[in-house]
């Protein structure tokens, strides 16, 4: 009876690992299969900061080396048309104050998910942040045509028209907008304080937001 008793335990924990491994392999070859679209659409557009500052969301993890970055290069390489890996690299590139470097794969992500208002901010963050102020107002606009209820994208409206192009009326009108669609946004006063000091404002508006 002991014997028996083994071989059924043996068995049972065969049986238990095989079907496992089987529910394992059914379940990342659901996530594989999930339209990269839906994957992405949880992305966490990033907001201009006052001068210095490289904008990247708080918890969000940086590259520390540059083999890292020659990796993820090649991974790209490899799948050119991989959005998972042109936002990654774009976002790792943009976190380490590399603009310059984030921007074309911004827009060769842009150029596979043209609906994306996630995507056009981010490329609208790293531009202002290369001193391309207009380009990156037409991107948050262009954003705000595929969302218009995209807060980010209104709220860097107010940092980019203030710091970039020293105009407190956009500024203003941006606010206004923000408020019509968030009226309890915790920047809200904070950028209020912006506009009233004018674009002499060295306040930072993530502190209040994030």
């Known amino acids: 009876m002991k014997k028996e008793s083994l ?11 095989l079907i496992g491994y089987m ?10 299969r999930e339209p990269i679209q839906e994957r992405n659409s949880t992305q ?3 907001l201009p900061q006052p001068r210095g500052g490289t904008g990247s969301p708080q918890g969000h993890p940086t590259i520390t080396t540059q083999a ?14 991989n ?23 911004y827009r060769r992500a842009m150029a596979l998910e043209p609906n994306n208002p996630d995507i056009s901010t981010d490329l609208g963050t790293a531009l202002f942040y290369t001193g391309k102020p207009d380009e990156a107002i037409a991107q948050f606009n262009r954003s705000l045509q595929l969302d218009p209820h995209h807060i ?8 980019v028209n203030l710091q970039g192009k020293k105009d407190v009326q956009a500024a203003s009108e941006a606010l206004k907008r923000l408020i019509s669609i968030d009226p309890n946004n915790p ?11 004018g674009s002499k404002s060295d ?8």
């Open 187 to 197: 920047s809200i006063s904070t950028l209020q304080t912006m506009i009233a000091q």
């Open 44 to 46: 966490e557009s990033r």
């Open 68 to 81: 890292d970055f020659e990796n993820l290069k090649k991974a790209v390489e490899s799948a050119p048309n």
């Open 203 to 210: 306040a930072n508006p993530r502190q209040s937001l994030f």
């Open 7 to 17: 071989y059924t335990g043996v068995i049972g924990l065969i049986l238990g690992g």
């Open 152 to 159: 980010q994208s209104l709220h860097n409206l107010v940092i």
């Open 83 to 105: 959005l998972v890996l042109l936002t990654e690299l774009a976002n790792k590139l943009y976190d380490a104050g590399r603009h310059d470097e984030a921007i074309p794969y």
């Open 23 to 32: 529910i394992g392999i059914q379940t990342n070859w659901k996530q594989m």
